[in-house]
């Protein structure tokens, strides 16, 4: 199982012609070179699984603490240059790591994402578009080793409390195969506050009804979709807080063991309802806060990209008067900059949790000897487009905040880097920087490490990656009015899917096609007639820092300009090709 010093400490550099910024053909005569090194791109994406160890030289095996954020967008102060928000803790982390500003999640939803980067496999590969099915199926993976599993058969601790898998998909959290048992982790602790979450008061919280005279509206089941706790509040009435204690125990415990530890720790806020003592809400005030600068659809857009708000369309406001939320009728923006400072004050009650979890790890003396990687499942949007919501293929519920901190590897302290990564890179990238054993190419992982940029976080493709893919489904037969989770296929069992949105970002473009489903062969209709709708959106200015990248994107779709036509039929291919097994 241990490798020698020399071999462990070697790092591997491959040279490729995807290392460089790619930019799309404006002549014909580039177009052939252009199309040629796109399908090398998609192959060496499909391909490269192999994981590259790096220890810094020491030799000595590393530890992790993974911390997952539910619906965090990458809105945080110092990491993405976005100063009205208070998030120190991860400030701090941003100062002593690499953020990472254009992370992409491979589908826009809790757990179809979370059994894509748990297992380090695509959405096409689990098996998973919806909230029914999970990896561990028969047929699909129930004999993968996933992330956590492998550090746990390389002898490592495996600690996991939360919603680090989306509640029972996999069944039961995936324990024990991903998680240590001990007298200390007898089951798997308190994912997502459902009663497995033994220590858990979910449905003892004793928070008081929504601020002043402000009546937030309804999420499913009933609950408010803000509800701010006075400051008598405890913070022991709050799932989050729960969590992060049994994180500090976890860490306390697994040094105590004295083995090397993979901690993962998946946090419920900023996810709806935004819940949280009265403090993080006092920290804001709605003077301050600026709305969305597009609040409708788009020029051009079609219907069918659109997801109707998380609040089921209604809001009571002083308990009378309700408002109608469209992609063309965007809520009034007061109520917005209300909504927005819920969504803050959860963010910053997180980040508080994040920082007791950091400064554990501090406590034990374990932090220059772990890697620390924070990052979403996804994004979500604050009014953009007229939504309220994730699970769609835009920019804003694509990207995820990422940030990695290896302190052993000096080029990547304090550093930001315009790479583009997914979340489906997570586990080799975690395997190489604990310094074990490379993931063996039997296991068909679909990630790549991320090793080399966090040791040239200025170069735009070390780690030979200049696209990143994502997808969405539709089923429109339901209307996303009366029947919002049909609408996003949640519940739809996977043959009864109807249709499939691809997407594929670059550095210049996001290009989005919606195609017919296939429920037979599970794939899209790659034909003419399956062709449904196209989007078409240019990023070439767009560096992912500032309140411009949410505000000046994505709002005309250029997917039908004559101009374009040679770049859409080139990401065509490339879409294809990424999302067919044969590329045919």
């Known amino acids: 199982r241990m490798l020698d010093k020399q071999t462990r400490s070697t790092e591997i550099k491959i040279q490729s012609p995807c290392s460089f910024n790619m930019k799309f053909p404006k002549t014909s005569s580039e177009l052939g070179l ?15 699984s192999e994981t590259t160890p790096i220890d810094g030289g020491g030799g000595q095996l590393r530890n992790v603490l993974m911390i997952t954020i539910d619906d965090l967008r990458p809105q945080l102060n110092v990491a993405y240059n976005m100063p009205e928000m208070k998030t120190p803790a991860m400030d701090s982390l941003a100062e002593t790591g690499t953020v990472f500003l254009h992370a992409y999640c491979q589908f826009a939803v809790c757990s179809p994402s979370r059994n894509s980067f748990m ?85 003892e919280f004793k928070e008081r009804q929504p601020m002043e005279h402000w009546c937030g509206g309804t999420c499913k089941g009933g609950e408010y979709a803000l509800c701010p706790g006075d400051n008598a509040t405890s913070d022991d009435d709050f799932y989050d807080h729960l969590l992060a204690t049994r994180a500090v125990e ?70 009378t008067s309700w408002y109608q939320m469209g992609p063309n009728s965007p809520l009034p923006q007061e109520l917005q900059r209300t909504l927005r400072r819920g969504y803050y004050a959860a963010v910053s009650f997180v980040d ?7 400064s554990a790890l501090d406590a034990i003396g374990e932090t220059a000897n772990t890697a620390v990687i924070l990052h979403a499942d996804h994004g979500w949007k604050l009014g953009e487009h007229g939504d309220w919501s994730k699970c769609t293929n835009w920019e804003m519920d694509a990207r995820v905040p990422f940030i990695i901190r290896a302190p052993w590897i000096s080029a990547s ?79 739809i069992p996977k043959n009864n899917i109807s249709l499939m949105g691809y997407s594929v970002r670059t550095h210049d473009v996001r290009y989005t096609e919606w195609r017919k489903w296939n429920g037979q062969t599970l794939q899209g209709t790659w034909t003419p007639e399956g062709l449904v709708a196209q989007e078409l959106y240019d990023h070439a200015n767009d560096t992912g820092i500032g309140h411009q990248t949410y505000d000046d994107y994505e709002y005309v779709n250029l997917a039908h300009q004559a101009d374009r036509k040679a770049q859409i039929t080139q990401l065509g291919a490339v879409l294809k090709a990424q999302f067919t097994s044969d590329g045919h």
């Open 352 to 358: 508080y949790e994040v920082g007791r979890v950091l």
């Open 413 to 491: 302290v304090g550093q930001k880097t315009s790479a583009i990564v997914e979340l489906v890179d997570i586990f080799p990238t975690l395997v190489a920087l604990s310094g074990l054993p490379a993931v063996p190419a039997s296991e068909g992982l679909e990630g790549v490490s991320l090793v080399p940029v966090l040791t040239n976080p200025s170069a735009i493709a070390p780690h030979d990656k200049v696209m990143a893919f994502s997808q969405y489904p539709r089923c429109p037969e339901y209307s996303m009015w009366t029947d919002p989770r049909d609408w996003e296929c949640l519940e």
């Open 119 to 203: 297992t380090g496999r695509r959405p096409d590969t689990t098996k998973v578009w919806n909230f029914v099915d999970h990896f561990r199926e028969v047929g699909v993976g129930a004999n993968w080793t996933t992330l956590p599993e492998y550090f746990k058969k390389n002898e490592y601790t495996t600690y996991g409390q939360g919603k680090s898998y989306h509640p029972g998909h996999p069944p039961n959290n995936d324990f024990p195969k991903s998680w240590t048992v001990d007298a200390y982790n007898s089951y798997y602790w308190g994912n997502n506050g459902t009663s497995d979450a033994k220590p858990c008061k979910l449905h």
């Open 250 to 319: 976890s860490l306390n415990q697994a040094h105590t063991i004295g083995k090397n530890f993979f901690v993962s720790v998946g946090f419920r806020r900023p996810h709806l309802a935004w819940r949280m003592p009265g403090r993080f809400w006092d920290m804001y005030d709605n003077a301050d806060i600026t709305v969305a600068e597009h609040q409708t659809i788009g020029v051009d857009v079609p219907i069918i990209a659109f997801e109707r708000n998380a609040f089921n369309n209604n809001f009571t406001v002083n308990g």
């Open 34 to 48: 252009k199309f040629a090194t796109f399908a090398h791109c998609v192959a060496t994406f499909i391909v490269c």
